[in-house]
């Protein structure tokens, strides 16, 4: 198996690290990311992690030297860790948003994670419930990907979190992290990874 990068996980050939900007935001986004996502080299929330200093990864469901924790811990952990005030759930629930809300998201929290995982996460963590849904227009989507999509207009984490920086803080802030996804589909067609025509 070919060494991988300990931060970004591609293959140490086509390593992103030196590619990652930094990418300020006023907006603070906490990802809340599935733990069978976070060994995988196509998880696009780690890039946005390090791109991003406004943003922090946490895991779910949080083990403990490999075992799991006991039940509810996951949701105080999470909760603790979210303050409510501010806070919207990046989720296709609710009104398109084509325009920030106002006032604008303090925070984000964002799931990473499958469409079916993030639909049970939504559903038994409540630490999310109640937090108002932030539900974005339709999303361009280019035809190179890291993953087979699931089902039209379905983007990965980083994309999804860009259009969040475009539509509460506009183009330029966003372009970086669009960058930053051309970067990660390119170096995986390189390595023979991804899915879509350029990885053919």
Known sequence: ??????????????????????????????IVRHHLERWRSSNTGRLAALAMPRCRLIDYPVEADDQPRPAGADDAALAAALPRDGSWLLFPEGPERAAPPSPPPTRVIVLDASWSQARRMRRKLSALRGLPPLRLPPIAVA??????????????????????????????????????????????????????????
């Open 1 to 30: 198996m070919a060494e991988r990068c300990a931060r970004c996980l591609f293959v140490a050939s086509a390593c992103l690290c030196a590619d990652v900007p930094t990418v300020p935001t006023r907006t603070e986004f906490v």
């Open 143 to 200: 035809p190179a990907r890291l993953r087979k999509s699931p089902g039209d207009g379905m983007v990965s984490t980083l994309e999804a979190i860009a259009a969040v920086v475009r539509l509460l803080e506009g183009d330029a802030a966003a372009a970086p992290l669009d960058a930053l996804f051309a970067r990660a589909v390119e170096a995986a067609r390189r390595t023979g990874r991804g899915a879509g025509p350029a990885a053919l």
